[in-house]
């Protein structure tokens, strides 16, 4: 009988006794700053997933369980809040300007650390907004790293997206005979000049297109914009139409049929042009821009789809 005790007891040492629940959170040494990251997950055996929010500037630390707590079942889950932003600005203000180049740089860096500290050599990587922008960027210079680069609501060429947005905005204003959006619409150059020029540009988003009150003032645009607009006119600016023809991992890309601030239809065009290892695009009929949150269990089920694919 002790016998049999003790194989039951290695047998389920065997199997179930190495994986270990992970919920770790530090701020850690990122070139030159401290930067809060967070890891939280059932297994230490399943793979890495980074995801990197939007804005820029923008955290989703305090509400990520929103969009991540499924896929905590089925990855390591690492919530990085980037510099310059939420507890890693709290941490330690960035003294260097913020750049594209700079925001790379500290990808790879995360990536290498969690690397090292889950001994996993590849991450799935996946962004929103910004952060698909920093995610395709990323896996177009650094393939290596990735596992999967997941893209969802991304800036793919945001200039180009902010002119087809505002050009309808102006026909939809004049069809209404709206003064004040029309005023206020004339006054937007692209690459925006200022934060006014943005506030104008995302209010008559939210009132001509989406319907909806905006969810922000024209004090909390103008101040955003003295910290990020540089950086945010700096990515605009890069097609990856033309400086990322072909990205040498899985790229797969989530859109909103309803998204006009990072535009669907440019989001679909990129998806059709680039070559990659294997590539594919999920369409959200009832979202917008926020994807990640008004279908957040479509979002988990289809990363969680990716990673059984593969």
Known sequence: MRLILVGLLTFVTTFYGHSTPIHFSAAVSINGIN??????????????????????????????????NELKNHFIVIQWDQRETGKTKLLNHSDVPLTVALFEADVVAVIHYLQEKFHQEKIYLVGHSWGGFLALYVAARNPALIGACVAASPMVYQEESERMTLAKMKQLAADENNSEATRELAAIKIPFENGTQLYYQRKWLYRLINRQKPPFTQHYVEDWSATWLSLFNEASAISFFESAPEIKCQ???????????????????????????????????????????????KFQNTIIQIRNQK
């Open 35 to 68: 930067q809060w990251i967070k890891a939280d997950g059932v297994s230490d055996e399943n793979p890495m997933l980074l995801f990197l929010h939007g804005g820029p500037g923008g955290s989703v630390m305090g509400y990520a369980d929103r969009f991540s």
């Open 251 to 297: 790229v797969y890309f989530l859109a909103g049929a309803h998204d006009y601030q990072t535009n669907f239809n440019l989001t679909k065009s990129y998806f059709e042009k680039v070559k990659a290892e294997k590539k594919e695009l999920f369409w959200f009929s009832n979202s917008a821009h926020g994807l990640n949150l008004t279908e957040s269990k």
